[in-house]
């Protein structure tokens, strides 16, 4: 008598306990794989909550010396840093972003110096920097010009590996920028300084909250001439080849957890790091429904950060690392803890 086929195959006699399914567990979050993001501005004593970033602040260097200290404790070991730039700094060429007495690059100087085993990431782009809120100098036209930009990229790649920065992030989406900005650090002897380039930098609607807590939207058009199409896939295998030719050590995709068919398609082909930023929109959200009841956030971050490996990420930016290295450093098995009613952190 034949045995009938569904009697013979039961995938859930692999999902049956707790460590049958840790043994067979094919993805996995870890602290060491979370980047988190700071905003670093001036002054002393400066904790400034963001109000479209919850949770997140606007940091003195040394508070930002207070939080890194916790995030090293909770297991992260690399941080990605962004400037607040005030407006009477700001100008139409991003001058400010050169300035080596600049506020951004002494506080780089002193977290490398307070925390020299950390990992520092530092953002190349203009946008922070120039009154117009664009990522490159602007011609009479209004058009973003390529290769003046890239200049000046170079100039701040290079002073921001002299105040210590572990890895550069090219973010402006400028044609040639990972080429010239490799050839700039090793001219300059900081050939061990890496480059983490974003690679498939898309325009999406899911900046808001990051371009508020930066105030660095742009003050007309957008940025679609330079950030990629969202509906567009093959052209991010265009830009991650290119990237790679040009000396880039990690290929970035951002976002993340809505672009999960582009980090499949990069990681299969190219065998660089693949960094994945899950933006502030999409922490945002998560954030506010956890706010309003409709989410537990831990278990909804973790699944949606877990989404990022399974599809091929090796490191996540996120704004909420911080807050899951802790949860998973007090959690023996995220996966099997049932979200409850409980209040959610907020």
Known sequence: M???????????????????????????????????????????????????????FHLSVDELLIEVESILISGIGTVILFPLITSHYKDSLGSYAINPKSFFYKAVYTLKKAFPQLTII?????????SHGHDGVISDSGCVLNDETVQILTEMACLQAEAGADIVAPSDMMDGRVKAIREALDKNRFEYVSIMSYTAKYASAFYKPFRSALQSAPTFGNKKSYQMNPANSREA??????????????LMIKPASIYLDIIQKIRSNSNLPVVAYHVSGEYAMIKA??????????????????????????????????????????????????????????
């Not at 530092?122 to 120039?130: F, G, S, W």
């Not at 295998?237 to 990690?250: M, P, V, Y």
């Open 2 to 56: 034949n045995t009938p086929l569904h009697l013979l195959k039961r995938p859930r006699r692999n999902r049956k306990s707790e460590s049958i399914r840790a043994l067979i567990q094919e993805n996995f979050i870890q602290a060491s794989n979370l980047i988190m993001p700071f905003f670093i501005t001036e002054g002393k004593q400066v904790r400034s909550p963001i109000s479209s970033l919850p949770n997140q």
């Open 122 to 130: 530092t953002d190349i782009a203009l946008d922070p920097y120039t």
């Open 237 to 250: 295998l265009i830009e991650a080849k290119l990237d790679e030719e040009e000396g880039a050590d990690f």
């Open 289 to 346: 429904a956890a706010q309003r009841g409709w989410l537990d956030f831990e278990h909804t971050l973790f699944e949606t950060l877990l989404s990022i490996k399974r599809a091929g990420a090796d490191a996540i930016i996120s704004y909420g690392a911080k807050e899951l290295a802790t949860w998973l450093k007090s959690s023996t098995a995220p996966l099997d803890e049932e979200p409850t009613d409980r209040q959610t952190s907020q």
